[in-house]
């Protein structure tokens, strides 16, 4: 079946470096997406990832180990603006997006 | 680039009557446009896929008769909840894919701002 599995919460503290992991198991595989996602609005895209490796976008980046069916967003110098949820979803061979339940953020002072 | 818009953005109706969102793709064709339900709490749940020209095709468990998915051209698709009970207030979100992008990245989906339903 397919399946992502990703912390349902965590808590961090302004200023500091978070990591939210993905695992993923689907139908084929088209690359990894990360979306955030404020309360009471639409997903807002962040990442791609289909190649291993590192990808790095200003305080955001995210990694891939295809073998291992892993991910995760690394989210460096935290403000309070980024609590949110963050949702991984894993394209399919039919390009379809399986997506993770969600890991909701909470940023402390 | 690549801006989805839906429309209305909140709704509020009675029970029994039907419901129309749309969800238009401004600057780009959108062959494939899904729809989206996400109850308080919890992940986006895919509904439905919606192909322009074509029948949508629904993902189990989604009454194809209660909601209605209309991709009449590459911009626009609607999708109306039919006979609406409580159980349907949610938030509906759309998202829609290029149509002429050809990279993995392109497979990207757009969302719109979503539209929250509530059924009295």
């Known amino acids: 079946g397919q399946n992502i599995d990703q912390p349902t919460e965590m808590t961090a503290t302004e200023g500091a470096i978070v990591q939210i992991n993905c695992t993923y198991q689907?139908?084929?595989?088209?690359?990894l997406f990360w979306y955030q996602q404020h309360a009471g609005e639409a997903p807002t895209f962040l990442s791609y990832?289909?190649l291993d490796g590192l990808e790095e976008k200003g305080r955001f980046s995210s990694f891939l180990s295809r073998s291992k069916g892993y991910s995760y967003l690394l989210l460096k110098e935290l403000q309070m603006k980024d609590s949110a949820s963050y949702l991984c979803a894993s394209m399919d061979s039919n390009y379809q997006l399986i997506w993770g339940a969600g890991t909701k953020l909470i940023i402390k002072p | 680039g690549a801006v989805v818009s839906q429309h209305p953005s909140r709704v509020i109706c009675k029970s029994g009557t039907s419901v129309k969102i749309e969800c238009r793709s401004l600057d780009f064709q959108a062959t494939t446009m899904f729809w989206y339900r996400q109850f308080p709490k919890q992940s986006l749940m895919l509904m439905a896929t919606?192909?322009?020209?074509?029948?949508?095709?629904?993902e189990q468990g989604v009454e194809k008769d209660k909601f209605l998915i209309n991709h009449a051209s590459l911009t626009l698709s609607t999708l109306t909840v039919t006979s609406a009970h409580p159980e349907d207030s949610s938030f509906y979100i759309c998202?829609?894919?290029?149509?002429?992008?050809?990279?993995?990245?392109?497979?990207?989906?757009?969302f719109g701002p979503g539209t929250r339903l509530t059924v009295t």
């Open positions: 990832n289909v």
């Open positions: 919606s192909n322009e020209g074509s029948k949508a095709t629904y």
């Open positions: 689907t139908s084929g595989f088209n690359g």
């Open positions: 998202s829609a894919r290029d149509s002429y992008s050809g990279q993995g990245d392109s497979y990207e989906q757009y």
